[in-house]
């Protein structure tokens, strides 16, 4: 007999039987403590599009190696967990990769907000407080939906990268860099180099697993940021040293500075980024910086998010 048929023909009670001593008084004992969370998509307005996030909007009692086991265990980028504020903000903020505790992350402040705001109607704006220091997080109401934009920490330009060490690593030629500008490090609380390109056919020749001299490496510790500057539209590659990310809020707020300190684009202006066309997971993120006393400021990066699926972890 078929197992799916024997099972078919089995009374309740001898399915009760069959099963372990823990599983058959769960439910006599009641019901075991668990963690509902979230899964969103950020800077998309489309399920599976942008990049995916899981928000446990109750995570207080919760410790930080449980949050780091679950977040291994998700396997996304990035999962948050809210718990009650502590200076003064609406929230407190983990950020966790799968293998570590971050300060700060761009899509994750963003998923994490449109999750708060779900449970307070009225607000029109957000302070998270994560481990960089408190977050703000505008909330604009649209016809399209929640339009949701964090005000980054002021940019810090760092050293300058040779394009031909980059080209030759990457695999693609030094006359594709836009040599009007040096790849440059910024950070807005995570740091990144960021690398103009002239043209998107070059975004489509970058691949992973490439290694960079040991010098380089130890003075541009950050991820690549690959910025299209040389056409109308600008389109971005975020290369990691195994993976590629489909839409990086962090990352995309360096660019914005990068782009006003350079003149690519005007202060104050609304910019869209394009991203994660390469993963198949197009992403749409927004970017704004001024300028004062001839320094790009006031860094910030929004976009859309839409709620895909919800589930439960059971302690």
Known sequence: MKRRDMLGGMTAAAIAAALPARAQTAGQSGARKGYDFIQVDVF???PLEGNPLAV?????GMSDALMQNIARELNHSETTFIQSARSGGDARVRIFSQNS???????????????????????????????VGPITVALEKRSDGLFVEMTQKEPVFG??????????????????????????????????LIVPLKSVSTLAKLTLGHTFPEAFRTRFSG????????????????????????????????????LVQNGIRKPDERVLVRQGRFVNRPSQLYVTAGMANGKATNVRVGGTVVEAMRGRFNA
């Not at 446990?56 to 207080?60: I, L, Q, T, V």
């Not at 994750?108 to 302070?127: D, E, H, W, Y």
């Not at 299209?228 to 990691?240: A, L, P």
């Open 159 to 192: 050293e300058k990268a040779d394009p031909k060490v980059l080209a030759e690593v990457m695999g693609f030629s030094v006359d594709e860099i836009d040599s009007r500008y040096a790849p440059q490090m910024v950070s807005t609380g995570s740091n990144f």
């Open 223 to 258: 991820s690549g940021y690959y910025v299209v500057t040389g056409e109308n539209e600008i389109e971005s590659r975020m290369m990691g040293a195994s993976s590629e990310d489909p839409a990086t809020g962090s990352a995309v707020g360096c660019a914005a500075a990068f």
């Open 56 to 60: 446990f909007p109750n995570a207080d």
């Open 44 to 46: 998309t307005h489309t």
């Open 101 to 131: 505790e971050l300060p700060f992350a761009g899509h994750p402040t963003l998923g994490t907000a449109f999750i708060m705001a779900k449970t307070r109607p009225g607000k029109t704006r957000l302070v998270l407080e994560e481990n």
